[in-house]
């Protein structure tokens, strides 16, 4: 017959030991749904480095000759190349509290990527300043240089960022 002393312990421990298994417990998923987020996130942020990379090369190959640039910019000051361009950075920005829990190398290449996209625009918007008229013509060629090559180097940035997805996330398929 059990006296109440061994009762009493064996009560103690059955109560401490289901704490410890709930705490377990509780840490196993929350590990998986931490493991689940990040699998969304990056599979989000892929997508959008994506369409990003699908819009420079676009921008890429329908630009114009730098010869016809600079043809065209030679006539008058006034005279000003126009593009148009747009990146996306609403899954960056919405959710750039999680891109924290990435690799280190990774947070790295995805704000190089994002600022490149930035400088981007910041020099379209360069283009139409007033101020573009009044430098030489040597300086707005070099302008559009630099824009030919940012296109490059930021596609070029961003196809490598896709692959460093795909290497860490094996379910993100390529194309």
Same mark, same amino acid.
């Given at each position: 017959?059990?006296?109440?002393?061994?009762?009493?312990?064996?009560?103690?421990?059955?109560? @401490?030991?289901?704490?410890?298994?709930?705490? /377990? /417990? +509780?840490? /196993?998923?929350?590990?998986?749904?931490?493991?689940?987020?990040?699998?969304?996130?990056? %599979? @989000?942020?892929? *997508?959008?480095?994506?369409?990003?990379? $699908?819009?420079?090369?676009?921008? *890429?190959? *329908?630009?114009?000759?730098?010869?016809?640039?600079?043809?065209?910019? #030679?006539?008058?000051? #006034?005279?000003?190349?126009?593009? *148009?361009?747009?990146?996306?950075? +609403?899954?960056?920005?919405?959710?750039?509290?999680?891109?924290?829990?990435?690799?280190?190398?990774?947070?790295?290449?995805?704000?190089?990527?994002?600022?490149?996209?930035?400088?981007? !625009?910041? %020099?379209?918007?360069?283009?139409?300043?007033?101020?573009? !008229?009044? &430098?030489? !013509?040597?300086?707005?060629?070099?302008?559009? &240089?630099?824009?030919?090559?940012?296109?490059?180097? @930021?596609?070029?940035?961003?196809?490598?960022?896709?692959?460093?997805? $795909? %290497?860490? !996330?094996?379910? &993100?398929? #390529?194309?």
């Amino acid at each position: 017959m059990l006296r109440y002393d061994n009762v009493v312990g064996i009560s103690a421990i059955i109560a @401490a030991a289901t704490f410890v298994l709930k705490y /377990i /417990i +509780d840490s /196993i998923i929350s590990a998986r749904r931490a493991r689940i987020e990040r699998e969304k996130l990056m %599979l @989000a942020l892929y *997508t959008e480095v994506s369409l990003n990379v $699908r819009v420079l090369a676009e921008g *890429t190959r *329908t630009m114009p000759s730098f010869h016809d640039i600079s043809a065209f910019m #030679a006539e008058s000051p #006034a005279k000003i190349p126009h593009f *148009t361009y747009k990146y996306y950075n +609403d899954i960056y920005k919405s959710r750039s509290s999680l891109v924290v829990d990435l690799p280190d190398l990774m947070i790295k290449n995805i704000i190089s990527f994002y600022g490149s996209l930035e400088y981007i !625009q910041n %020099l379209i918007a360069g283009l139409e300043k007033k101020s573009f !008229q009044t &430098i030489s !013509q040597k300086g707005r060629e070099s302008l559009m &240089i630099e824009f030919s090559s940012s296109l490059g180097e @930021a596609r070029s940035s961003g196809e490598k960022l896709m692959d460093a997805f $795909r %290497l860490l !996330q094996p379910k &993100i398929k #390529a194309g």
